[in-house]
């Protein structure tokens, strides 16, 4: 579980990183840069370090993407584009369900 954190956490805190700059429309200059990894690293680093266990935050994300993956993705797919292919009204219904199912787990 360590080596998997330790080599996910680089290219989860990166996009998270590019994410934040993007939202908050900063420039690519370096103060921001520092400024914004400063700031959303020494949190991350303080959560982490109060923590006793990580497998509890593992388990959380691991349910959130597994129903992202096979409920709210493909509901959403079927939903928006592929409206044209669902031949009825229920069939959209039905769709919306399962996006809202997969929500709701």
Same mark, same amino acid.
């Given at each position: ?26 420039p ?16 991350? $680093? ?5 923590? !006793?266990?990580i497998?509890?935050?593992?388990? $959380?994300?691991?349910?959130i ?7 709210? $993705? ?8 592929? !409206?044209?292919?669902? !031949?009825?009204?229920? !069939? ?14």
């Amino acid at each position: 579980v360590g080596t998997g954190v330790l080599l996910a956490l680089p290219l989860a805190f990166t996009a998270c990183r590019d994410n934040w700059m993007q939202l908050l429309n900063l420039p690519q200059r370096r103060r921001y840069f520092y400024g914004v990894t400063f700031g959303l690293f020494v949190p991350i $680093i303080v959560l982490a370090c109060l923590a !006793e266990s990580i497998g509890p935050v593992n388990s $959380i994300g691991g349910a959130i993407f597994g129903s992202l993956i096979t409920l709210v $993705i493909p509901g959403l797919i079927a939903a928006f584009a592929g !409206e044209k292919l669902l !031949e009825s009204r229920l !069939e959209q219904k039905l769709q919306w369900a399962i996006v809202s199912l997969g929500f709701g787990i």
